[in-house]
C-alpha cells in the first residue's frame, strides 16, 4: 500500500492545525494582522492535506483493486501431434517453497482452473485479496467435435493462498474459506465464492504465468513462442 500517501497529509494537516490554533490565537490576543495570516495559512495547510488524503484514497482504491500476484508458470514441450508436456511452477509463498511438476497434456490449448473467494470492493481497499486453490490442469480441444472425441487429460492440482494481507498477523489457524462458507450469510465482506479458469495456446517451447486478481485468474503469454500462439486468436495446432 502506498502508505505516504496519508502519513504526508497528516504531518501536512497537523502543521495545519497548529498554525491554525496559533494564529486564532493571536486574534484573540489582538494581534490582527499576524492572526490573521497565521489562520488563512492553517486554513490553507488544512485543504491541501484534504486534498492529498483525497488523492491518497484514490491511489490506494485503484492500486487495491487492479492488484495482481502470481499463481504459476507454464512451460510448454511438444512431443507429438496435439499432445504435450507441460511443466507447472507454482511461486514460493511463505514458508512454503516453490514447487514443481509435469503433467502430459492432450489437445490444442491448456486449461488451468481454481476456486477462488472475491471479497467486495471495499474490502480489498482495505487490504484483502481475493483466496484462491488450483483445482485442476486439463486439454482442451479446438472444434468441439475433437472436444467429444478426443483423448482426454485431467490432473489435479493443489496449492493456493496462505494466510495474506491482515490474516497473515492472526497467530492462530484460520481457515477464510470455511468461515466465508459457514457465515456467508453474515459477512457482508464475503462477494462471492465462484470457479475461475483461464486457457491459452499449446506450441513448443511457449511459457506462460497465470495471475489471480481481484475478479479471478489471467494468463500472460511470456514469449515470443506463446505470444505467436495467441496472436490474432487462438489457431489450432497440428
Do not use: C
Request: proline share 5%.
Amino acid at each position: 500500500m502506498f502508505w505516504w500517501w496519508w502519513i504526508a497529509p497528516t504531518a501536512v494537516a497537523i502543521i495545519g492545525v497548529l498554525i491554525l490554533f496559533g494564529g486564532l490565537g493571536s486574534l484573540f490576543k489582538g494581534k490582527f494582522f499576524g492572526g490573521l495570516f497565521g489562520t488563512a495559512g492553517g486554513a490553507a495547510l488544512l485543504a491541501a492535506a484534504l486534498a492529498g488524503g483525497l488523492l491518497g484514497q484514490n491511489v490506494q482504491t485503484y492500486s487495491r483493486l487492479t492488484y495482481e500476484r502470481p499463481v504459476a508458470s507454464l512451460s510448454i514441450r511438444q512431443l507429438a501431434p496435439q499432445y504435450f508436456e507441460v511443466v507447472v511452477t507454482q511461486p514460493a509463498q511463505g514458508e512454503a517453497p516453490a514447487r514443481t511438476a509435469v503433467y502430459p497434456v492432450n489437445g490444442d490449448e491448456w486449461r488451468m482452473e481454481a476456486q477462488v473467494l472475491k471479497w467486495k470492493p471495499w474490502a480489498n481497499v482495505v487490504g484483502l485479496d481475493s483466496q484462491y486453490r488450483l483445482d485442476r490442469l486439463s486439454g482442451r480441444y479446438q472444434t468441439i467435435e475433437q472436444e467429444r472425441t478426443g483423448a482426454r487429460s485431467v490432473h489435479a492440482l493443489s496449492g493456493g493462498d496462505v494466510k495474506t494481507g491482515p490474516l497473515a498477523y492472526v497467530p492462530w489457524t484460520l481457515s477464510v474459506w470455511d468461515v466465508a462458507r459457514k457465515y456467508r450469510r453474515y459477512v457482508d465482506a464475503v462477494d462471492t465464492l465462484y470457479g475461475s479458469a483461464a486457457y491459452m495456446p499449446m506450441a513448443n517451447g511457449a511459457t506462460y504465468e497465470v495471475w489471480i486478481t481481484q475478479s479471478g485468474l489471467i494468463a500472460r503469454p511470456t514469449n515470443d513462442a506463446a505470444r505467436e500462439a495467441s496472436a490474432g486468436g487462438f489457431v489450432r495446432v497440428n
